[in-house]
């Protein structure tokens, strides 16, 4: 009982104190001043905020256009206006000396110059000044709070106010960070060399949020070029050692590779990290023995940075050393880099082992030929290392899944001896196409290896081509010309001869003779039938071009394509003059024909020219037997009274009769021919190919040398 | 203050300016009254620029130049803008000649071809 009574007794401590009720009242009091007096000041300062906005919006919309018409006047604005730029300035002036005044605009300009661009910034930095509102930024600097002067800062950075960098400069080693770190970005944004001051006083650490606020500020300034950030490597400050390889990352700027390599020795992890780093962007393989020197003494995240780097600019030559790393490291990750290392240096040559089920057992299959499947044995191959015994193979059918072993399989391919006899060639019969044996024959006649004279002796072969050209229609016949003409050679002599006999058609009569003249059996009697054929006496049409059918063309004149593009007389007479001056037979034709069609002025030129080619002519001895000639056509003015005769001797002359060693050039062989002689150990008649194929060009230097040195060998052999 | 110092560069070229303040205002204004051209921000209270392209293409069915203007000058802004039908568009900073010109070549490009 007396337990249970005690049980419902309340503890002394939790009872409720006894209080004064007034005390309660004062409380009450107390506390409801206070929430009134809260939600005064609340309204007092909201009010006084919004006040103040409002009063600052309406000063802003008051100064907008002053500021816009100053931003935008110029001097060639009407007289109003200027009038009214004038006005304002007065004004603006007065209320200059207001300090809220002064707020303001500066807070409109500072707004006003992030939107504009272009020249329109430039007047509004240029405003800014003028007006004297860098004097109140370069008032806040010296304010004892932190916030006044970062603003200031930033206010004058903003502004380009570059006369500051001296003032701002000062705050760099400044104990505030936030002061610190705008006054770092306001003097690299002010002027260029703000990033040499900086790197040469700083003396406090330079965060990496703040290193790309300074990289981004750098590469806000027009045109910059960034000085050799080398020269900082060597700072006392680690971070501005640091900050000067991500520069020198930043700008790629390769050349300090051995500050770089020396780096990699630094004390500072950071420092070796960011050096290591810059050795494989700019592939320093000639840092590759400091990062193996140094390997060992690093910590892993720095062996790791080393490894990778090793990966990217080593060779073949560093493998040694990665296995080295992957036996005596600890370290499960950077033994994990150096097989990667490896891997990326020779790829492939450390192969997943971990977790790799190595005793698979494929169930082995009878192909259809009654053998074991030994697809999946030649894949264990790879792994097995066991010595080949050459007895064990596979082929018996008997074996057991379960005693498989697998050997390392070194199939050594012996090359089958097989004793063959060389069998006689048959010598395949071949049966030469007609074509063929033209060619064949004239392949050997030009070698000297048929008698030019004995082809013309199989009689019956000629009856029946000269039966055969009989029975042709004309147009067969036309063609058959055709082809003598394009093909023809002295066998064919007689058969040209046949056609000129008995050829209807004149014109045909007139080619087979031209044709028997090419082909040269007999030059002489050639220049004799020309002679016989072409005569004054033949008829007018024939004789008005003579030239054109006997060789040589008015066309062939290498002054023909000139005077027919020559638009005007004096071109015209120059080029005659030049005819004159370097003329040849070859251009006689084509004076000719201009006798023919040109006007008296021409005329007398050509004539001129005529005379003068004639008298060249004349002159050279070889041609002496045409000199009689030569000088009755210069003579002649009309075409009509020429000696054609005469002349075609005169044009024939080179062609039927060729330069015998006039110039010392006169023994010339075609090259391929020569070359075959030589091959085929043939001694050539220098006289005899001359005649036959009248094949007459100049030889390029080495190649005369070296036929002139066939030549010499031929005749001594 | 942009918007007045644009007010006041076009205004000395010649051209009749309106400012509204938001998206709102430019929305309730266009309804009763079409512009010859529009020049607006891209970021505006109540009602973006870009809304405002599309309202004005798709609602009033009006091809009137509207010039954009955006400090967020990223492709995606750009490409939607675009998208909708906004006739040019202007990253901040703004030079007001080059505004000026690009002005004068849409509202020739509109009304004279």
Redesign the interface.
């Known amino acids: 009982m007396y337990l249970s009574s005690k049980t419902y007794q309340l503890p002394f401590l939790i009872n409720s104190p006894k209080i004064h009720t007034d005390l309660l009242w004062d409380l009450t009091l107390l506390f409801l001043v206070l929430a009134g007096l809260y939600v005064f000041f609340i309204f007092f300062f909201k009010n006084r905020s919004a006040t103040l906005f409002r009063k600052r919006k309406s000063k802003?919309?008051e100064l907008?256009?002053i500021?816009?018409?100053f931003?935008?006047h110029s001097p060639e604005d009407p007289k109003t206006e200027q009038r009214e730029y004038v006005e304002l300035k007065i004004t603006i002036r007065e209320y200059l000396s207001d300090k809220y005044f002064r707020k303001v605009l500066a807070d409109?300009l500072f707004?006003?110059q992030?939107?504009?661009?272009?020249?329109?910034?430039e007047r509004l930095y240029k405003l800014y000044v003028e007006l004297g509102l860098h004097q109140d930024a370069y008032q806040k600097l010296s304010n004892w709070r932190w916030n006044t002067v970062s603003q200031g800062i930033l206010e004058l950075s903003q502004m380009k106010v570059t006369d500051a960098f001296h003032f701002i400069s000062k705050f760099i080693n400044d104990k505030r960070g936030v002061v610190r770190k705008q006054a770092e970005i306001a003097i690299i944004s002010l002027k260029e060399e703000g990033i040499n001051h900086l790197l040469n006083n700083t003396k406090y650490a330079i965060s990496e949020w703040q290193q790309l606020r300074l990289i981004e500020a750098l590469s806000s300034l027009k045109d910059y070029r960034p000085p050799k950030f080398k020269t900082w490597l060597i700072s006392h400050n680690k971070d501005v050692v640091l900050f000067s390889l991500r520069l020198i990352k930043h700008f790629n700027q390769n050349d300090a590779a051995a500050s770089i390599t020396e780096l990699v020795k630094h004390k500072n992890d950071q420092v070796k990290i960011a050096a290591i780093s810059c050795i494989k962007d700019f592939n320093f393989n000639e840092a590759n023995s400091v990062l193996k020197k140094v390997f060992w003494n690093c910590g892993s995240m720095v062996k790791v940075q080393i490894l990778d780097t090793i990966g990217a600019i080593g060779d073949e030559g560093d493998l040694m050393f990665l296995n080295e790393i992957g036996k005596l490291e600890s370290n499960f990750s950077v033994v994990n880099k150096a097989h990667a290392a490896i891997n990326t240096i020779s790829p492939d040559s450390i192969l997943p082992t971990e977790n790799i089920v190595e005793d698979l057992v494929a169930p082995i299959t009878k192909s259809e030929s009654g053998l074991y499947d030994v697809e999946f044995l030649e894949t264990e191959v790879e792994y097995s290392e066991v010595v080949v015994k050459p007895e064990k193979t596979i082929e018996t059918k008997e074996i057991e899944v379960e005693e498989i072993e697998v050997f390392d399989l070194v199939e050594k391919k012996e090359p089958k001896v097989k004793e063959e006899t060389e069998e006689p060639i048959e010598a395949p019969d071949f049966k030469i196409q007609e074509m063929e044996r033209e060619l064949n024959n004239t392949l050997n006649f030009s070698l000297g290896l048929i008698d030019a004279a004995a082809l013309g002796k199989d009689e019956d072969e000629l009856k029946e081509a000269q039966e055969d050209y009989a029975q042709m229609s004309k147009e067969q016949r036309v063609k058959f010309v055709d082809t003598l003409e394009s093909v023809g050679d002295k066998r064919e002599t007689q058969l040209l001869e046949f056609i000129m006999e008995h050829e209807e058609d004149a014109e045909l009569r007139f080619r087979a003779f031209n044709t028997l003249k090419s082909v040269g059996n007999k030059p002489e009697q050639a220049v004799e039938i020309v002679s016989e054929t072409i005569t004054p006496s033949v008829e007018p049409t024939v004789k008005l071009e003579p030239l054109k059918l006997h060789g040589i063309l008015p066309e062939e004149s290498i002054f023909y394509d000139l005077y027919a593009y020559a638009s005007d007389m004096n071109s015209k007479e120059i080029l005659i003059q030049e005819i004159m001056s370097i003329g040849d037979e070859r251009d006689i034709p084509f004076l000719i024909q201009l006798q023919q069609t040109e006007t008296d002025i021409i005329k007398a030129l050509v004539d001129q020219a005529l005379a003068t080619i004639t008298k060249a002519i004349s002159e050279k001895p070889v041609e002496d037997a045409v000199d009689t000639s030569v000088a009755e056509v210069a003579g002649n003015n009309t075409i009509d009274e020429i000696d054609f005769s005469a002349l075609q001797t005169l044009v024939e002359k080179p062609e039927t009769k060729p330069n015998k060693d006039t110039d010392g050039k006169g023994g010339l062989i075609p090259l391929e021919l020569c070359f075959l002689y030589d091959e085929l150990g043939i001694l050539y008649d220098e006289n005899n190919n001359k005649e036959d194929l009248g094949l007459n060009f100049e030889l390029s230097k080495e190649f005369e040398v070296m036929v002139k040195s066939n030549n010499y060998n031929l005749q001594n052999e | 203050m942009l918007a007045s110092l644009l007010k006041y560069r076009l205004e000395k070229d010649g051209y009749a300016v309106a400012i509204k303040s938001n998206g709102k205002e430019v929305k309730q204004d266009i309804a009763e009254h079409l512009p010859d051209a529009i020049i607006s921000d891209v970021m505006m209270p109540y009602f973006s620029g870009i809304e405002l392209v599309d309202y004005l293409r798709n609602d009033l069915k009006s091809d009137i130049p509207i010039i954009l203007i955006s400090a967020a000058s990223n492709e995606e802004n750009v490409i939607s803008a675009f998208k909708m039908g906004a006739n040019d568009f202007i990253a901040k900073p703004v030079s007001p000649s080059e505004l000026l010109i690009r002005v004068a070549r849409e509202i020739e490009r509109y009304y004279c071809t």
């Open positions: 802003r919309a907008a256009p500021i816009s018409n931003l935008f409109i707004d006003l992030k939107d504009v661009a272009g020249a329109t910034q």
